[in-house]
């Protein structure tokens, strides 16, 4: 069976770090692109940020550019988002996805959110003091 799990959600301070898991499970990675999106209150989901079937291409958000790294453990079938020098704005329940691809391959920015076919169902972060 097919099924993404998040954790590693919490409460964090400004400028703190978290790392949130996706465990990917029944998947083989490379096979899947797999997103990260979250989604505010009162706020439209949005994409953070996504990595290739093959590990080899990344992409994220404007807004979280250099602050957060997607990163995969293909043996574990895990993808992490490790998130730093988190703002009040990053809160939100983060979500993670897969896309079904032929096979390893790379892409040049990140699929639209309606390309995805399996969701989790999310992790909540809070940042404030």
């Known amino acids: 069976q097919l099924q993404l799990v998040e954790s590693g959600g919490g409460l964090v301070q400004p400028g703190g770090s978290l790392r949130l898991s996706c465990l990917a499970s029944?998947?083989?990675?490379?096979?899947?692109?797999i997103g990260w999106f979250r989604q505010a209150p009162g706020k439209e989901r949005e994409g953070v940020s996504c990595?290739?079937?093959?590990?080899?291409?990344?992409d994220y958000g404007d807004s979280v550019k250099g602050r957060f790294t997607i990163s995969r453990d293909k043996a574990k079938a895990m993808v992490y988002l490790q998130m730093n020098s988190l703002k009040p704005e990053d809160t939100a329940v983060y979500y993670c996805?897969?896309?079904?691809?032929?096979?390893?391959?790379?892409?040049?920015?990140?699929?639209?959110?309606?390309?995805?076919?399996?969701w989790g169902q999310g992790t909540h972060v809070t940042v404030s003091s």
């Open positions: 996805a897969a896309l079904s691809v032929p096979g390893p391959g790379d892409f040049e920015t990140c699929p639209t959110e309606r390309e995805y076919d399996y």
């Open positions: 990595i290739s079937s093959s590990g080899g291409s990344t």
């Open positions: 029944g998947f083989s990675l490379d096979y899947y692109v």
